[in-house]
């Protein structure tokens, strides 16, 4: 009887990603690489967090720019 027990499976707990890589962001914000890193030339996307030579933007800066309907980073303001 003992052996039909099944042991009841523990969900790790989800951990919020703070930073988006150039591939993530892109996802998120529905646009290929390209166009992400086009737009990060062109000065239309917030400012990435450099970490050693990688670029990364916040997600929190994210969600608010696009709430805020996507201003040109001049114009932007976190």
């Not at 967090?49 to 040109?72: H, M, N, Y």
Request: overall charge positive.
């Amino acid at each position: 009887m003992a052996e039909n027990i099944q042991k009841k499976k523990t969900k790790k707990p989800r951990v919020r990603k703070l930073l988006y890589d150039c591939n993530e962001a892109a996802s998120a914000c529905s646009v290929s690489t390209k166009t992400w890193r086009t737009w990060h030339a062109l000065g239309f996307i917030p400012l990435p967090v450099q970490v050693g030579k990688s670029l990364f933007w916040r997600t929190e800066e994210l969600t608010k720019w696009t709430q805020a309907g996507c201003p040109r980073r001049e114009e932007w303001t976190y």
